[in-house]
């Protein structure tokens, strides 16, 4: 009695929201670090499930040739990595989304429809209206295109889905379960994804499909195959912010990630948040470092709530660079400053400036006894405000020391909000960032004359 009155109240709350058919249950999650697409409602992709042998048509729209076919979507697979576009099934580029068609080969009763997606940045949540047919309605259209009202022609609407979260981290792993209380949604030979595209401020607005499953009534019991990874997790004194380190690949780091890198990062993501504010602003609360062995000769990369760590890299310079590197890759997970990407009117903020703001805290505030941005007479002649990385963490040092010790805040600011312009140098510091370049160098040229 009491698991029928929770099934009831689940329902008529999803009515209210607009989610879901009354009858029918639609169940969410979503990771920003993505791990093994484990979430507490949605069960992990299946491989034996009723959508494995079925057939896959696009109805309307256009697949993107950057991105996977529809096989994609029922292999049983899913991306090792949060933007791995062959892995994936999107739309192309400039469309909004389109259909696709699932032929059961018979009609069963189909017990749950899942689909799964994974992405960086904007294109990770899911938008659709999932429709089911026999095939046997008078009038039915087995592909009915756009703009043909899909719930006129022989479709019964199963759900609508929404999975776009309020808040700015919307990137990582989604889940989405369509179930109706341990009972079958329906008995279907189609399934119909009627998908949207998820944003209109540029034309890569289209979801990155991983996986659907369709799970029989009176089929086998889903088994999945997705690797479940070996997370190590951790969080500050006061419980604000959460860690977790995959180290599945690379389990030869673990002694020296539950120690060293540990301590690092709970002593200073707190700290470069605090260096990094801005006016409403939150920075990703949980975040995922995940040892990687394809990353070349990249020793570390961020993307959304996480950073990619290269293990081979990391062997080498557990007790060298790497909690450097580690600190770098942490500014930009703060920084979010592609949030502001999201607004059309949004200006973008030179490479240069991410970049050494980034280093700026590395190499001036995290470890600035090793002395790693420097400017030595072998490097002066080159040397240029905007050349990235350390050369650029040195300007910004100097001029916050020399004019304004509020710029990186500052810079911050104008970054995360879209409205960075060289104008704003003139306004803090009353000089040019031109102008700025050229005391700068001129500084450090009298320095070294005099051998200091």
Not at 68 to 85: E, F, I, K, M, N
Not at 305 to 334: K, P, S, T, Y
């Amino acid at each position: 009695m009491k698991s029928f009155a929770l099934c009831f109240v689940t329902i008529w709350l999803g009515f209210f929201e607009g989610l879901t058919r009354a009858e029918n249950k639609v169940d969410t999650g979503h990771s920003t670090y993505g791990v093994g697409f484990t979430f507490p409602s949605v069960p992990a992709p299946a491989n034996n499930d009723a959508a494995t042998a079925a057939k896959f048509r696009l109805v309307d729209g256009d697949r993107d040739p950057n991105g996977g076919d529809l096989a994609v979507l029922h292999d049983g697979r899913v991306p090792s990595h949060d933007d791995q576009p062959a892995a994936n099934f999107f739309f192309r580029a400039g469309i909004d989304g389109g259909r696709i068609l699932i032929d059961l080969g018979k009609v069963i009763a189909v017990k749950q429809v899942a689909s799964y997606s994974w992405h960086a940045g904007d294109r990770g949540p899911q938008v659709f209206k999932l429709y089911g047919a026999d095939g046997t309605a008078d009038g039915f259209q087995l592909e009915p295109k756009k703009p043909t009202l899909v719930d006129r022609c022989g479709w019964t609407l199963i759900a609508e889905v929404d999975t776009r979260p309020k808040g700015d981290n919307v990137g990582g792993q989604y889940g989405v379960a369509i179930t109706n209380c341990g009972n079958p949604i329906g008995k279907f030979r189609y399934l119909l994804f009627d998908i949207a595209k998820i944003e209109a401020r540029d034309t890569f607005g289209n979801t990155f499909f991983s996986e659907i499953d369709v799970i029989d009534a009176d089929g086998p019991a889903p088994i999945s195959t997705v690797e479940q990874p070996v997370l190590q997790s951790f969080a500050t004194e006061d419980g604000k912010f959460r860690f977790h380190v995959d180290v599945t690949e690379s389990p030869e780091l673990a002694d020296w990630s539950g120690s060293e890198l540990r301590t690092v990062v709970q002593k200073w993501y707190p700290k470069i948040v605090e260096m990094l504010p801005s006016e409403g602003y939150q920075a990703p609360a949980d975040i995922l470092f995940r040892f990687r062995g394809d990353m070349g000769k990249t020793p570390a990369s961020a993307f959304g709530a996480g950073v990619n760590l290269n293990m081979q890299w990391f062997r080498a310079e557990r007790d060298r660079e790497a909690c450097g590197a580690v600190i770098h890759e942490l500014v930009h997970v703060v920084q979010q400053y592609r949030q502001s990407s999201r607004d059309p009117k949004a200006l973008p903020t030179p490479g240069w400036l991410v970049e050494g703001i980034a280093d700026y805290i590395r190499w001036f505030q995290y470890e600035p006894q090793t002395k790693g941005a420097e400017i030595t007479k072998q490097n002066l002649a080159g040397a240029k405000f905007d050349a990235s990385y350390r050369i650029s963490a040195n300007f910004l040092n100097w001029v916050s020391q020399t004019y304004d010790k509020d710029l990186i805040r500052k810079l911050n600011g104008s970054a995360r909000a879209g409205n960075y312009t060289e104008s704003l140098w003139k306004d803090w510091t009353g000089r040019t960032v031109q102008e700025l370049g050229h005391e700068w160098k001129a500084f450090h040229q009298q320095r070294i004359e005099s051998g200091h």
